[in-house]
C-alpha cells in the first residue's frame, strides 16, 4: 500500500504550524488530533512540540494509511493511531490537555459535531485548549465562492456533511464550558478557531 498523500495538508501545514506555535507551550504534556486523515499533519507537527505527545486518532479504515506515515517518519513523540469513530466510541481515556481537529467539522454530520463538542466538555480540564482548522460561514453566510461551492460538493457526497455556522460551533463551544480565545484567518477562506476550557462550575 502506497502512503496516502492529502495535497491539501502540503498546502495548510506550515500556517497551521504558526498558529499553534503560538499557544502550545512547554508545559503542554499530551494532544488528541482527531480525525488524522493520513497522517502528515502529525508527522510534520509533532517533531516542532518536542515536550508535548501528539496522539493521533480517526475511523479504523484510515489507520494503515497513518501507520505508514509513522512508520517512515520514526519520530518518537507521536502515538496512535486511537479507534475514534464519533458516533461509535467513547472519547479517549487518557488525559489529554490540547486537542487538534482540522477539516472534520464540515465531514462529521451536525450531531456528531455537538456530541463532540460535548465530549470536549466533559473530558477536558481548566485551561485546555482546543484548536478547530477548517472553513466556517458567519452570519449564515459564505465566506467566498470558493466555499459555497465546496458545501455543495460536501452534500452531494452526504447530505449530512455542510461548512458549519461559525456562530452554532461557538454557543455549543461555550455551552460546554469553553470561551473563544481566537478566531485566526487563514489561507484558502480557512479559519482556525482557538477555545480554552473554564473553570468548571457546579
Ligand atoms: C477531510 S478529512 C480531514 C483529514 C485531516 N485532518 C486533514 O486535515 O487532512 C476528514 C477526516 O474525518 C474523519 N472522520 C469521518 N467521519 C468520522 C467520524 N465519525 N469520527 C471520527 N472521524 C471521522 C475521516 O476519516 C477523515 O480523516
Known amino acids: 500500500m502506497n502512503k496516502p498523500f492529502a495535497p491539501s495538508c502540503e498546502r495548510n501545514k506550515d500556517a497551521i504550524l504558526k498558529i499553534l506555535k503560538q499557544y502550545i507551550t512547554s508545559d503542554d504534556h499530551r494532544l488528541l488530533e482527531v480525525g488524522s486523515g493520513s497522517g ?23 489507520h494503515d494509511g497513518i501507520k505508514q506515515w509513522l512508520k517512515s517518519a520514526r519520530i518518537p513523540n507521536i502515538h496512535g493511531p486511537l479507534d475514534f ?48 482548522y477548517g472553513p466556517f460561514n458567519y452570519d449564515g453566510k459564505y465566506t467566498s465562492k470558493s466555499n459555497e461551492d465546496f458545501d455543495m460538493w460536501l452534500k452531494d457526497q452526504d447530505s449530512k456533511s455542510a461548512i458549519r455556522n461559525f456562530e452554532d460551533v461557538n454557543s455549543c463551544m461555550v455551552k460546554n464550558g469553553f470561551k473563544l480565545t481566537a478566531d485566526h484567518e487563514m489561507p484558502a477562506n480557512n479559519r482556525m478557531l482557538v477555545y480554552t476550557r473554564l473553570e468548571f462550575v457546579k
Open 40 to 62: 502528515q499533519h502529525a508527522v510534520h507537527f509533532a517533531p516542532e512540540f518536542k515536550d508535548l505527545q501528539w496522539v493521533t486518532s480517526d475511523v479504523k479504515s484510515n
Open 85 to 132: 469513530e464519533l458516533g461509535v466510541d467513547e472519547f479517549p481515556r487518557q488525559i489529554f490537555n490540547l486537542v487538534f481537529t482540522a477539516n472534520t467539522f464540515h465531514i462529521l454530520s451536525w450531531k456528531q459535531d455537538k456530541s463532540l463538542m460535548k465530549m470536549f466538555g466533559n473530558r477536558l480540564r481548566e485551561g485546555s485548549q482546543v484548536f478547530i
